[in-house]
């Protein structure tokens, strides 16, 4: 079978970096081209850790569009719509944008790419936006609860990641000095992945179910109900950790909550309920997302967990590139767990 | 002046060995004798990081109770009842219990030593209880609302600890291996320190305010709020970072809020309002607590941090002391932040 | 073709697992049994982090040997020569073993798997000795040097460890709250990786070269150079980085090094030279070792990383295993870099 | 008694705030002002953790040195030689130089200040130059040999420091997702501070012995026994650990070589001789030095370690300040260690 021919801009970021790392294993790919202006003609492992001993490829000023299935834009926030307008590329090839810019429905094509919601779209689209790292994470705990129409209170949503997060440009609160054993909140109640997760959530409601307030457009106070999301900086590079508290009208037996989430994720590839608590590192340098739910009288105490890098952006985009080339869903994507 | 003669029983743990090196720079104490059986004779320097140097005490398996004005506890949580059941403590010699012991009422004169709440019981006090690390981090974010009758729907609290709170015996999540880069929860809703701060929220509020329901005797589902509290373990070994979120019956404006908290913490020794939102390494490594509040519409979300070693354990039991003895209440606690 | 059929003892400790992480996406492998008596019926995930959703393998308390073609002994050290009294394991079945109880000649037929040295007798081996993770990463500095006759004067090393070197058992050393932001050192001149080391070096070195001295057999001051070897706890989980100061009779053209260094491993599978200064992380989660040197008048720094648990062990013992069936020397080893 | 008056240049860097937090709890020391240009005007505690409630001191763009009797210039390498070609400070204020300007002797008055070598020059001086922390560590590991001249070899170093070292400017080496985990070499056999310890080690040495050389000026090869520093980064903030293998030209008894270091060290203030191994954290947050030494044949082995913020800089200044102006040379020193 001939093998998926790729190209990569943005290749010399965070995310870029990962996804060499990840698609040079990969049995059915073929990088073609890793653009980066600034690092041209130098090799991915003069930038990418990781690399030394894995591959001769170097970075290319060149994009030769002509010679690939798809593409992926690594790039920052908001530079992938910009990009387009600038450049034409062949309808013939696919893109997979990990940026933000495309993941709320407007007037484009791209498909929303959280495969335990989308798979059949997904595997028939030709654009597709890639879901953020913490929208991943937190609507992977919420998804069931929303589709089984359980979210009619507003959600309380705690999730601290890793500094991978962040990026790669040495900002004050990613100096290691500030960083380590130290613990902070930002962007309290009012994180970009909000309009996402409330499209989401939106979309499986049934439609009797309170709408989910967008509170970044429509402000506190509105009519339906909201996720409270509080985002913590943790002091470790990789992974997602997420605890959602949701209030039911009345109480459920827990095996019952338990299986609702058993059902929606019986056929994901990826993502697992647990019988046992969680802790981060069961998912480390994987693509796996874990989730386990308690029940407390009328709270429901769910967890998720992720590795930001990977099923919360490049292994969750090779994962949607799996399926819109209907290769086996985790070609590639059968990573050891760093687990230590 | 005549200083304060100290003893310590339980001096080889974790709090003993904090409460040393906190007492051998206090300038009004001089430790009598520091007590543990399984290591008479070995100077505390062999057992506690950090001492060589500072003093060539040794522990001894004596307890010469009529040596001292004040001894410290600073046993396992349930051992110091089991100690005043087999060992007579002259009554003119005041204890400080760090355990768990005497912290909710009842057949006992033990005063629960929140200096920011009862400064003047503890000045009168013979004997006293010591809050323990997440209460006294969660109710210096509550305690202001829940005096002014403003908790009255359930309260979202989630906190973040380092591995100095779950003590000096290795187990498997403070084993290094396990721990560092990872992060988990645990006693979901069910963490023992919920009693101390229902009593201390229901001995604050203004009768018209609903009752905080201790939902670890009464259970879920019964009348009363509820304080939701999710723990997590840090991978940290110093501090608590804590955020609690308080749904209001109306919006309030942010700087009646502010204000509200200012004014309590207005005369208290190591208790401030951050008009900046926080990050742990503020605290570690002193007695300080720091909190901040923002508004949301009718959500109020605080932030409250301390050192979980000092004003969680050792800092506050020395500045109760300080208090009991009528000393300065910050003499021997100008401690310098570690920032880094 | 058919699968390798594999067993693995000691299966619930460290490298048991990591073993098991390692051999479950191997393309040629089929794990037949994981023993571990205390542990029998459970599922390898419930011990194991980052196993859940991989695999449903459990423990088991059998060892049917005539059903495997080779066996992997993950036992601590001196287990492996008990067992094998104890026990009888057909002359058919290879065996892989992890401790060190083979690794120095002797009245067995274990050869030293080292596979830069001596891939072809491990090709052809029934028994081989897995090397140690401080002793893979010192020798892959030294061997080149060796080889060529250049190792004539005291050799000065220097090599800090991760936590997961020390094992899964909890101790003073491996507490996090001791472990963490600290550094020591330990066994100081005297790690019992030296006798292979110093076995290697004679073995590769020209005969009219200095003897390497044993200096935990002979002690010091006896003929022969010394490896002066300081082994050091790192704050990390993962990884050996080492530096090794060799002092040459006289200067030599830092090219003249650097290219005995690539020659030496140009066929090596994975280990690679590096033009530029290391730094740990790119080599964790990997199989591979990286080298690199720099010349300062008669004095040669070399420093060689490995992941102590993938090339340090497991990740050997595959390459090994590898090699013993004939298989792809790289194969089940292509593992992503975590690289954050 | 009148309190010290004191003015700091460079008060928004790491050590600014490092010695602002020192200086706040000095029972004799008043700050009169802490210049920073860039912050004039806000509070200290915006810039430098841990500072909120413990002070109220800003920020300012005056330098009134006529209002001071002591100023320390926290400026980076190079900028004190150039800052007093364009300020005139009148003669009767003391300088106290953290940066390298005039730590060599040259066409100055700058003694430098070690005070376990120098107290007297110290207790006499007006201007002073504060050693490196690389230095200081390195050389109380290697001056009591030097006094002896027991060094007669070239001689091992290994020395492993905290981020805190690199300074408050983020660089990719210093970004939190790099460094944690990770470790590395740097500035092999070239560190600057090579230069302030080849000038003591040679001040000591009885004129029998053999010259150390400045490798750095001299280059390698050259006449003189060499120092062969490799500097690596450590994953943690605070704290300098190093290592000196000495070779003897015949061995000495262990005794012998112990009570040498105790004697060098007998009435140091915060230098101490440890019976046993060290880590790290027994010295982070305070100002004390620890040494250890073992022997092995000809070969001693010294483990010596400091906090590079405090003996490695601010806190050997304030020592020194206190020796300048004849107060308790521990005044305002009796730092608690963070320990955890």
Not at 115 to 124: S, V
Not at 309 to 327: H, S, T
Request: aromatic share 10%; glycine share 8%; hydrophobic share 40%.
């Amino acid at each position: 079978m001939k093998k998926v021919r790729v190209g990569i801009l943005g290749a010399a970021g965070y995310t870029g970096g990962e996804l060499i790392r990840v698609l040079i294993n990969h049995p059915e790919v073929n990088i073609v081209f890793a653009n980066s202006e600034s690092n041209a003609g130098n090799k991915v492992y003069d930038v990418h850790e990781g690399l030394l001993g894995e591959t001769e490829l170097e970075f290319t000023s060149e994009m030769p569009f002509d010679k690939v299935d798809v593409v992926f834009f690594c790039f920052g926030h908001g530079k992938s719509e910009a990009f387009l307008k600038e450049h034409e590329i062949p309808a013939s090839v696919k893109i997979i944008d990990l940026a933000q810019d495309f993941r709320i429905k407007g007037s484009h094509d791209y498909v929303y790419g959280l495969p335990e919601i989308h798979r059949e779209q997904i595997a028939g689209c030709q654009h597709l936006a890639n879901p953020g790292c913490f929208a991943t994470c937190i609507q992977l705990g919420l998804l069931p609860m929303a589709k089984a129409g359980l979210l009619t209170h507003d959600i309380s949503v705690n999730a601290v990641t890793g500094s991978t997060g962040a990026g790669q440009k040495p900002a004050a609160t990613t100096h290691f000095s500030w960083r380590t054993d130290n613990f902070s909140v930002y962007k309290l109640f009012t994180h970009q992945h909000l309009h996402e997760i409330c499209q989401s959530l939106n979309e499986l409601r049934p439609s009797a179910s309170p709408r989910v307030a967008d509170t970044l457009n429509e402000g506190f106070g509105t009519d339906g109900i909201t996720v409270d999301f509080i985002p913590y900086r943790g002091d470790f590079s990789r992974g997602i950790f997420c605890t959602e508290v949701i209030t039911l009208d009345a109480p459920l037996p827990a095996e019952k909550v338990v299986e609702m989430y058993k059902d929606f994720y019986s056929s994901a590839a990826f993502t697992h309920y647990s019988e046992k608590p969680l802790d981060l590192k069961q998912v480390v340098n994987t693509n796996k997302a874990l989730v386990h739910a308690e029940v407390f009288g009328r709270k429901v105490v769910v967890t998720s967990i992720i590795d930001n890098l990977l099923k919360g952006a490049v292994g969750q985009a090779v994962q949607n590139m799996n399926l819109m080339f209907g290769l086996d869903e985790r070609a590639g994507l059968n990573l050891k767990a760093s687990a230590f």
